[in-house]
T-cell receptor, first 111, second 114 residues
Framework: GENVEQHPSTLSVQEGDSAVIKCTYS??????FPWYKQELGKRPQLIID?????GEKKDQRIAVTLNKTAKHFSLHITETQPEDSAVYFC??????????FGAGTRLTVKP | NAGVTQTPKFQVLKTGQSMTLQCAQD?????MSWYRQDPGMGLRLIHY???????DQGEVPNGYNVSRSTTEDFPLRLLSAAPSQTSVYFC?????????????FGNGTRLTVT
């Protein structure tokens, strides 16, 4: 089955700096790559997603890039704010509806 | 529109007891799934369903059963609880096929097995 690895496990940045989280996946058949944000004690919520026929997608301060050849994708957050502090999860899904998640990155934005 | 509703929010079981975690969605989503979340391990897929009457195993199905008799409900049954099943459980649903659609999560059930 699919295996998703996520790095780093923790990330601390100063407010206004950029943050980058990277994920790799093993199943070349995976074709949907969402990112979820989970605040403490709350449920995961989708922040951005990308499909395999697209190399990059942006939504305001958030962007995701996908390299299918290398089987890795990344989340970029620019101009970070304290409210960006949370745990972020990447995921990969294949045609069998089997969505696998990375272990998560705890992002702390220091004011 | 309540989205995905999970009950109970908290549960304590003794080893060997059985129970059912309830999940209901009112978005007419075909796809529903159960995940467990443990520290440092992300979310792991237990079981999923692509429609009423259809279920399939995920990454960690042992010790759990599911059924999907209606589009709205997808209960998760623990047959004989074990301490290793102490976790936070999330139910999620998606419109159409999950491969293209984002998951909508419930608020979770925190289960402790002593």
């Amino acid at each position: 089955g699919e295996n998703v690895e996520q790095h780093p496990s923790t990330l601390s940045v100063q407010e206004g700096d950029s943050a980058v989280i990277k994920c790799t996946y093993s199943d070349s058949a995976s074709n949907y790559f969402p990112w979820y944000k989970q605040e403490l004690g709350k449920r995961p919520q989708l922040i951005i997603d990308i499909r395999s026929n697209v190399g990059e997608k942006k939504d305001q301060r958030i962007a995701v890039t996908l390299n299918k050849t290398a089987k890795h994708f990344s989340l970029h957050i620019t101009e970070t704010q304290p409210e960006d502090s949370a745990v972020y999860f990447c995921a990969a899904s294949n045609r069998n509806n089997d969505m696998r998640f990375g272990a998560g990155t705890r992002l702390t934005v220091k004011p | 529109n309540a989205g995905v509703t999970q009950t109970p929010k908290f549960q304590v079981l003794k080893t060997g007891q059985s129970m059912t975690l309830q999940c209901a969605q009112d978005m007419n989503h075909e796809y529903m799934s159960w995940y467990r979340q443990d520290p440092g391990m992300g979310l792991r897929l237990i079981h999923y369903s692509v429609g009423a009457g259809i279920t399939d195993q995920g990454e960690v199905p042992n010790g759990y059963n599911v059924s999907r008799s209606t589009t709205e409900d997808f209960p998760l049954r623990l047959l004989s609880a074990a301490p290793s099943q102490t976790s936070v459980y999330f139910c999620a649903s998606s419109s159409g096929q999950a491969i293209w659609s984002p998951l909508h999560f419930g608020n979770g059930t925190r289960l402790t097995v002593t």
